[in-house]
């Protein structure tokens, strides 16, 4: 079965860019499905980021497309969140997400999370 | 694109079924089949319990259900048990920009 694994940094300032990396186990990352981030703050509840697709093909949240970006590097089965000009209402639990198969199937397989705080 | 609407919480004695509705527009829930619905215990990543409307992935549980009416999708469980305990959030396509769209989350207590 497939698993995912975020990594990231915990602790990010404030103006500062938030990066993480999701790793995948278990299965390809070249397979015929999407890949998400999703995030979670106590004030507003589950939020979808963005998604890729193993060609490099991407769809940003419209809010976030200023300050987002997803990449995927094949070779190490791994795919990459950046969000710039971070501020504390990026706090959240981030995770990434192998979706079901196409583009707004459902998210199927989750990461178990990491918490990104951003303060001074 | 706002968030769907579900009631904070909902509670149920055991072996009651209970419905959690989740309200959307004609942009997302009207216009899709593509409705899921996730399972999240406290400190864990959410789990997919239904998604297409009323379609269950592998594994999880025949006591869930789903279904949809207009802008209101649906999600019942039966035989409620202790482990029903959880947060649970609905999810729907809103287009090819916003392919994933949030509910507002109900917190369901087994009494």
């Known amino acids: 079965q497939v698993q995912l694994q975020e990594s990231g940094p915990g602790l990010v300032k404030p103006s500062g860019t938030l990066s993480l990396t999701c790793t995948v186990s278990?299965?390809?990352?070249?397979?015929?499905?999407?890949w998400s981030w999703v995030r979670q703050t106590p004030g507003k509840g589950l939020e979808w980021l963005g998604q890729?697709?193993?060609?490099?093909?991407?769809i940003i949240k419209p809010s976030l497309k200023s300050r987002a970006s997803i990449l995927v590097d094949k070779s190490e089965n791994q795919f990459s969140l950046k969000l710039n000009s971070v501020t504390a209402a990026d706090t959240a639990v981030y995770y990434c997400?192998?979706?079901?198969?196409?583009?707004?199937?459902?998210?199927?397989?989750w990461g178990q999370g990491t918490l990104i705080t951003v303060s001074s | 694109q706002s968030a769907l609407t579900q009631p904070a919480s909902v509670s149920g004695s055991p072996g009651q079924s209970i419905t959690i509705s989740c309200t959307g527009t004609?942009?997302?829930?009207?216009?899709?089949?593509?409705v899921s619905w996730y399972q999240q215990h406290p400190g864990k990543a959410p789990k997919l319990i239904i998604y297409?409307?009323?379609k269950r992935p592998s594994g999880a549980s025949t006591r869930f259900s789903g279904s949809k009416s207009g802008n209101t999708a649906s999600l019942t469980i039966s035989g409620l048990q202790a482990e029903d305990e959880a947060d649970y959030y609905c999810?729907?396509?809103?287009?090819?920009?916003?392919?994933?769209?949030f509910g507002t989350g109900t917190k369901v207590t087994v009494l």
């Open positions: 999810c729907s396509f809103a287009g090819m920009s916003i392919p994933y769209v």
């Open positions: 278990g299965g390809s990352i070249s397979t015929d499905n999407w």
């Open positions: 890729i697709y193993h060609t490099g093909s991407t």
């Open positions: 997400v192998r979706e079901l198969g196409h583009s707004g199937s459902s998210l199927e397989y």
């Open positions: 004609n942009n997302d829930v009207g216009s899709y089949i593509l």
């Open positions: 297409e409307v009323n």
